[in-house]
């Protein structure tokens, strides 16, 4: 599976934006990049996924580097729910397992 | 919809017990798969089921593991006997299709915190 490295934490204050980095430079063709986090207490939960183009969706954004080897979890305004632990997973076509690492430890301040 | 529903949310078992765990995936959902956390440890694929048929059983630990998913809607887990390295939290989660490349991702359940003790 290919790799992804993502800081183990980071911090913002509430109603703030927030950029959570990901590099995946060995991303083959076919991996789609995907965001899911995990909130204490409970399971993983999907945030968004992309291939080449940013996406939106009333979460988050992705912004996704041209070269495909980096990409960026937005949070457009960070509110205290949004503490949790980020996982960026590459995967895509006959590939459907998720492979999590440590992720990136959001806090927020209020 | 209703989400993914595991139960137990906990259970604590003796070592040697046998436990089984329940995955209620969503319905129509045909993709059925288990992940497990174990302490200090990384999120860990165990199997996929598609319908009723094991498609990916890689990632089960060893023989004391036993998945089912008779009829094709929910699915158990089964530990036994269980040992003291098998205490961790269980997940079970689902989707609509094979692969990730669609315009959705995997519903997961909260979990079963398992104890062996």
């Known amino acids: 599976d290919a790799k992804t490295t993502q800081p183990n934490s980071m911090e913002s204050n509430e109603e703030e934006p927030v950029h959570l980095p990901c590099n995946h430079s060995?991303?083959?063709?076919?991996?789609?990049i995907h965001w899911y986090r995990q909130l204490p207490s409970q399971g993983p939960e999907y945030v968004i996924h992309?291939?080449?183009s940013n996406v939106n969706n009333r979460m988050a954004s992705l912004a996704i580097a041209e070269d495909r080897k980096s990409s960026t979890l937005i949070l457009h305004r960070a509110t205290l729910r949004d503490a949790a632990v980020y996982y960026c997973?590459?995967?895509?076509?006959?590939?459907?397992?998720?492979?999590f690492g440590k992720g990136t430890l959001l806090t927020v301040n209020p | 919809e209703a989400g993914v529903t595991q139960f137990p949310s906990h259970s604590v078992i003796e070592k040697g017990q046998t436990v089984t765990l329940r995955c209620d995936p969503i319905?129509?959902?045909?993709?059925l798969y288990w992940y497990r956390r174990v302490m200090g440890k990384e999120i860990k694929f165990l199997l996929h089921?598609?319908?009723?048929?094991?498609?990916?059983e890689s990632g089960m630990p060893n023989n004391r593991f036993l998945a089912e998913r008779t009829g094709g809607t929910y699915s158990t887990l089964k530990v036994q006997p269980a040992e003291l390295e098998d205490s961790g939290v269980y997940f079970c989660?689902?989707?609509?299709?094979?692969?990730?490349?669609?315009?959705?991702?995997?519903?997961f359940g909260s979990g079963t915190r398992l104890t062996v003790v």
């Open positions: 989660a689902s989707s609509q299709r094979l692969g990730l490349g669609v315009n959705y991702g995997y519903t």
């Open positions: 060995t991303i083959s063709g076919t991996d789609y």
């Open positions: 992309g291939l080449t």
């Open positions: 997973i590459l995967s895509g076509g006959s590939n459907y397992k998720l492979t």
């Open positions: 319905s129509g959902h045909d993709n």
């Open positions: 089921f598609v319908k009723e048929s094991k498609q990916d």
